[in-house]
């Protein structure tokens, strides 16, 4: 499980990419928003299981 720091941190860079994402589509660079929100949702991802398995911790 990751502490408190990583989650923010992980968190902030999630919020960067997304509108990293936003701002390469709105220039036209459909491709490059693409990868830059896939790279956000791998993020999110990890944050999804952590609780997961903070939750699966908790009730065991």
Aim: glycine share 4%; aromatic share 0%.
């Amino acid at each position: 499980m990751l502490d408190h720091e990583a989650l923010s941190k992980l968190d902030d860079v999630a919020g960067l990419l997304l509108r990293l994402a936003e701002q390469r589509t709105a220039d036209g660079d459909d491709a490059s928003g693409t990868v830059v929100a896939t790279a956000a949702d791998q993020v999110l991802a990890v944050l999804d299981l952590n609780a997961l398995r903070t939750r699966e911790a908790k009730a065991a």
